[in-house]
């Protein structure tokens, strides 16, 4: 590993990137949570899942519609309504453009069209791009190939309830700090939210063993052990069950070596027992994706070292290196490099729940849903 850890790394960016910053510690600390987002966003891409996702979108609690929560991938059923080719000369690329495109059998409230850019005039590409909103479902648009003479965008319809959530949290310990409130809660709000958004609820008994209990549209309330009831569900295709599912994913990183595989904190606890799957993105991962793509990049890699130079460089601007906004040659540099290493990369993560999985299950998982006949299960 390039750095012995995280904190190291963390050491490294602070002298030799955000110097100029007032608190350069914890301007190094929120670019490392990006870099986790970011990680995550092109695994998903690099799976060829990035046509379900969403970003950033808010999610109801089950049965408790009062109460929504931000988060920051949701995948949701998909559906492809349209492929729009634009010319190079009509950027920026707005949603109104890729709408004005579409077949006239594509209905599009008028009341619900969104003021998204897809990729704007100095090539800042928006992932997941929303492009309108209806009762029940939402259009996105996602930039599918841009070369010399035109751009192609795919158009699909999502429906709102996800079928999955992912979410990123960097808790732990960080170097010369006290075990405190910060690192606890953070944890605990990623519990909550983990918890409270599916039909399928926890509960544990007197002996410490989990169980999953589900009240279905008939009135029945089904309880059986939890991984057993979990796995039951993701290959099920009764509507009554699948409809308000959701699983939930964590995708946790350090702050220091707070995290052994005999051995977890209150923090890992929190967020093992509330989340179905727990990734962790090894200290190992995160060092290498700096040194590779942010310190000492190949020539091919370059843009995305430079699109994250010029968005922490202590001068005002769009930031060009976010999960939302991205410089385009740096998306297409990292779409590149993830596929073509997806095997280290799905490397980068140890699972911590469910024990003895690999991500590898949870990727057929997440396509198990994803190639469901949604269209009929909420017909």
């Known amino acids: 590993m390039a750095y012995e850890s995280v904190d190291a790394l963390q050491r490294a960016l602070t002298e030799n990137v955000f110097y100029y910053a007032k608190d350069a510690k914890k301007a190094a600390g929120r670019a490392l949570g990006t870099l986790v987002e970011i990680i995550t966003f092109y695994l998903l891409k690099g799976w060829d899942y ?83 909103e209806s009762a029940e479902s939402f259009g996105v648009g996602y930039l599918e190939k841009y070369d010399a003479n035109s751009a192609t965008v795919g158009v699909y319809r999502l429906l709102d309830h996800p079928f999955a959530v992912l979410e990123c949290k960097r808790v732990g310990v960080e170097e010369g700090m006290k075990k405190g409130p910060q690192t606890i809660e953070k944890a605990k709000q990623g519990a909550y939210v983990a918890r409270a958004i599916s039909s399928l609820q926890k509960v544990r008994l007197r002996n410490g063993a989990v169980h999953g209990i589900l009240h279905t549209e008939t009135g029945e309330m089904l309880c059986k ?57 090894t200290d190992a991962g995160l060092s290498e994706f700096v040194e590779t793509l942010l310190i000492k990049p190949k020539r091919e890699y370059e843009s995305i070292r430079d699109a994250f130079a010029q968005s922490y460089n202590g001068r005002r601007g769009v930031n060009r290196f976010t999960k939302v906004r991205i410089d385009l040659r740096a998306d297409q540099a990292l779409q590149d490099f993830f596929r073509r290493n997806s095997c280290a990369v799905e490397r980068w993560f140890n699972t911590i729940s469910p024990k003895g999985r690999g991500i590898l299950e949870l990727k057929d998982e997440l396509l198990t849903l994803a190639s469901k006949r949604w269209d009929e299960i909420f017909a």
């Not at 599009?108 to 969104?114: A, C, D, L, Q, S």
């Not at 070596?257 to 799957?277: G, I, P, R």
């Open 50 to 132: 990035e046509r379900y996702t969403a970003i950033e979108r808010r999610v109801a609690e089950y049965g408790n519609p009062d109460i929504t929560h931000n988060v920051e991938f949701t995948l949701h059923p998909s559906f492809r309504i349209a492929t729009v080719l634009l010319g190079r000369s009509g950027s920026p690329i707005t949603s109104r453009k890729i709408i004005a495109k579409l077949p006239n059998e594509v209905k599009v409230p008028e009341t619900g069209i969104k003021g998204n850019v897809l990729l704007s005039s100095n090539g800042i590409l928006r992932n997941a791009c929303t492009l309108w």
């Open 225 to 281: 052990p939890y991984v057993a009831f979990l796995e039951e569900i993701i290959v099920s295709n009764a509507p009554e069950i699948l409809k308000d599912f959701t699983l939930t994913v964590g995708v946790v990183s350090n702050h220091g070596n707070w995290f052994t595989s005999e051995d977890h904190n209150k923090e890992l606890k929190v967020l093992a027992q509330s989340y179905d799957w727990l990734l962790f993105l």
